[in-house]
């Protein structure tokens, strides 16, 4: 994944958070327990593992267009997601299933910083 092709992933799984990007679901019954790991435990996020079809590069996720235009939608979506209440925190997590405010929170927080480690940054 290039940066410009994460920028526009991290976008499309803010708006799945913010209930503007449907996704299918991959829950196990042990969500719980992968929920707690992914966002409790001190350590990096792993690389390589595979994501949903609707946030992925070349699949089903928006394509790169415009850089500057991206980064600056990138930015705006976080804005939302972080100052939105907790009735526009509609959508369920795909993976860890239903989750509280501070829940998402750290959910963003991971995730762009899952990416951002791809790029030294």
């Known amino acids: 994944m290039s940066a410009h092709e994460a920028v526009c992933h991290m976008s499309d799984a803010f708006r ?7 996704v299918s679901s991959r829950r196990a ?3 719980p327990v ?11 996020w792993p690389r390589g593992i595979k994501t949903l ?35 526009l925190r509609t959508a369920t ?10 829940e998402w929170g750290r959910w963003g927080y991971r995730h762009v910083d899952h990416h951002l480690r791809q790029f030294g940054t």
């Open 16 to 22: 799945m958070a913010l209930g503007e990007k449907a």
């Open 29 to 31: 019954a042990f969500a």
């Open 34 to 44: 992968v929920k707690f790991i992914a966002l409790q435990l001190p350590m990096p």
């Open 53 to 87: 079809p609707e946030v992925e590069q070349g699949c089903g996720g928006t394509a790169p267009g415009d850089f500057e235009r991206d980064r600056a939608e990138l930015l705006t979506l976080m804005a939302r997601f972080s100052a939105a209440p907790d009735s």
């Open 93 to 102: 997590h795909p993976i860890f299933g239903v989750m509280s405010k501070p």
